[in-house]
Nanobody, 125 residues
């Protein structure tokens, strides 16, 4: 059983930065993927960026490549999403999730069993 608690959302102007946190408790299997998803009103939930714990590989969606970075603090069992150069279209509820997809399906919400409660990010001038 894994419990995820995400936080760090807020309101920011376009071009600004935010860092989201996801604190994980319970057993973290070395084959797990930790992935940040987001969901805007009226849109499907989409995978943003993912970290494969076993190999340390990361995966990014084209929409955030070069702007968002996922990282881990092993000592704190915490995962971060650093978001830079934020755009209004990044506005959404952000969720961290844990699951066991394969590398080519990391972005699919159906592959994940454990979810954080979500944290709202609003980018607006």
């Amino acid at each position: 059983q894994v419990r995820l608690v995400d936080s760090g959302g807020g309101s920011v102007q376009p071009g600004g930065s935010l860092r989201l946190s996801c604190v994980a408790s319970g057993y973290i299997d070395k084959n797990v993927f930790i992935t940040w998803f987001r969901q805007a009103p009226g849109k499907e939930r989409e995978g943003v960026t993912s970290l494969y714990i076993g190999g340390g590989l990361t995966y990014d969606s084209d929409s955030v490549k070069g702007r968002f970075t996922i990282s881990r603090d092993n000592a704190k069992n915490t995962f971060y999403l650093q978001m830079n150069s934020l755009k209004p279209e990044d506005t959404a509820m952000y969720y961290c999730a844990a699951g066991f997809p394969i590398s080519t399906t990391w972005y699919r919400p159906s592959e994940y069993k454990y979810w954080g409660q979500g944290t709202q990010v609003t980018v607006s001038s």
